[in-house]
């Protein structure tokens, strides 16, 4: 037996599917976002790393030179104990774009102090190392003295103080300070090689020289971190691999929708049509559909209410035939005898005695009651079938007393087995003329004695007719309700009455049926439910 997976509903299918194609330009963009904070959060850790061997340079030789000179060119500021006695005073990266603010671009310095005779050793000795670094790290790097002056520096600015810097200003109190600045001016380049410079932020790094738990100077380094678009061509080969599983992913997800939405529509609108045009009957529609049920519920509940709609409309179609016969044949034998009588008439109506003349008139008289008869039914049972009736709340017990209250003179009604209490959702009127149907069709069979009883559970209430009349046979059991199946023809039966009382019956949501085939006719009325 081939497996029936369950069924979803349209309106996640849809949800799911927006969702997933909202969720990736949102989540590629947070990534880029969560990228460029990396590649700035690691321009940072690789000047951080730069800075700790340019100030153990700057260490070294300062303290090559004598007790008295480099005490001179140092001071005391505030220390964390680890920063005096020497001890592991890790700094990590802390920029981020998304919460660090972006300064104005670094500033120019203004003129320092004139240096010391050992400033001038130490920039000697220092300026050639930082230049052969930068042409490595492509990083900008200052190297100050205590009071914030340059003494070496990859750039043009020696001599220059810059002390009111933010970045220097937490260096020269001994702390080491992280910012992000505006870059003074953008180059405009055309190739990816640099392509970096393009960017409008520069990462500056100052950390400040501490030797014996004394401030003998700074170091400020900065560098304009990678561009986007220059780490995403260096990774493209990894960027190409995700962009075919994006592309897959897309095309996995136009499959499902396809599966799960579009063929499913497409295949009940052909089947629609094929219904319409008569290729197909709407049993092997359903069919079908048991086979092969649709994913989403709403397509599911949408081709069974079309096949449901298509089956019915075919009964109906085949109730209309079978009826439009029933309808010609009750007609044509009245008229055919009407006809007959009338042409006996004309041909012999002068050599007829009078008794044989009222003969044949009586004869067209009682044909002409059948018509009038029949069609007075017909008009009854369309009515009932085509008119919509409003349910309210009905007294059962009331209105089973208001009809058996006009058929005491003819018969023996016993009311004692139905509940007085007993309320339910109808229309008085429909209840009225179905329960009278069924009284009148006792009496007609030639019952003495009818009794009602009710009998409710959670589900229904049931009403209960039985009567003592000459029954219904089993071969007859089935065909009862069967417009224009009567055996009192040849009294005057139209075969419509139980029909039209089932119609009206069921425009409440009422059932009419018969319960037993021997003994005693018993008849029960089922409504769908009791009001407590």
């Not at 055309?190 to 393009?198: A, C, F, G, K």
């Not at 003819?410 to 109808?426: C, F, N």
């Not at 209430?461 to 055996?487: E, H, M, Y």
Request: some cysteine; overall charge positive; proline content about 4%.
């Amino acid at each position: 037996m081939k497996r029936q997976w369950p069924t979803i509903s349209l309106r996640s299918v849809l949800i799911g599917v927006n969702l997933v194609v909202l969720i990736l330009p949102l989540a590629g963009i947070q990534l880029m976002r969560l990228y460029e904070s990396a590649l700035v959060r690691q321009t940072e850790s690789a000047l951080i790393a730069q800075g700790a061997f340019v100030a153990a340079l700057y260490r070294s030789i300062v303290a090559e030179q004598g007790t008295q000179d480099w005490l001179a060119m140092s001071r005391e500021v505030n220390l964390s104990d680890a920063q005096k006695e020497n001890r592991w005073v890790p700094y990590l990266p802390s920029l981020d774009l998304a919460t660090s603010d972006i300064l104005p671009p670094f500033p120019d310095g203004v003129a320092g102090v004139t240096p010391r005779p050992l400033i001038k050793e130490i920039r000697q000795r220092m300026l050639p190392v930082l230049k052969d670094a930068q042409l490595v790290t492509l990083a900008g790097i200052r190297v100050v003295d205590p009071w914030g002056t340059i003494v070496a520096s990859t750039g043009t600015d020696v001599g220059a103080n810059i002390a009111q810097t933010e970045e220097l200003a937490g260096a020269l109190s001994g702390r080491a300070i992280s910012r992000l600045r505006s870059k003074s001016e953008l180059v405009e380049v055309s190739t990816l090689d640099s392509i970096s410079r393009t960017s409008t932020v520069r990462v500056f790094v100052a950390q400040p020289i501490i030797l014996h738990g004394r401030l003998i100077g700074a170091v400020v380094l900065s560098r304009t971190p990678p561009n986007i678009v220059q780490a995403l061509y260096a990774k493209r080969w990894l960027l190409m691999q995700g962009f075919a599983m994006l592309l897959a992913l897309v095309v996995f997800m136009s499959w499902v929708t396809f599966r799960m939405i579009a063929r499913p529509v497409s295949k009940l609108a052909a089947e629609a049509q094929a219904i319409a045009g008569g290729d197909i009957s709407a049993s092997d529609a359903k069919k079908r559909l048991q086979r092969h049920v649709p994913r989403t519920k709403e397509i599911a509940n949408l081709h069974a209410a079309i096949t449901d709609m298509a089956e019915r409309l075919e009964e109906r179609t085949a109730y209309l035939r079978e009826f439009s016969r029933h309808v010609s044949h009750e007609f044509k034998t009245p008229l055919a005898s009407i006809r007959g009588a009338i042409e006996v008439l004309q041909d012999h109506a002068t050599t007829m005695t009078n008794d044989q003349q009222q003969r044949f008139l009586t004869n067209v008289r009682a044909d002409a009651d059948r018509l009038a008869r029949l069609t007075q039914r017909l008009s009854e049972l369309t009515h009932a079938e085509m008119s919509d009736r409003k349910r309210s709340r009905v007294s059962l017990h009331g209105t089973v007393a208001e009809v058996c209250s006009r058929f005491t003179s003819k018969v023996s009604i016993d009311l004692s087995a139905v509940d007085r209490d007993l309320q339910v959702w109808g229309d008085a009127a429909s209840i009225d003329a179905g329960l009278e149907t069924l009284i009148e069709n006792a009496i007609a069979h030639g019952a003495s004695d009818i009794k009602l009883s009710t009998h409710w559970d959670k589900q229904t209430t049931k009403l209960f007719i039985q009567d003592n009349g000459s029954g219904v046979t089993p071969a007859n059991r089935g065909k009862i309700f069967t417009p224009f199946f009567t055996t009192r023809r040849e009294t005057g039966g139209t075969g419509l009455g139980l029909s039209i009382a089932r119609a009206l019956l069921h425009q409440i949501n009422a059932e009419l049926d018969i319960v037993n085939e021997n003994g005693p006719t018993t008849f029960v009325i089922i409504f769908p439910s009791r009001i407590d």
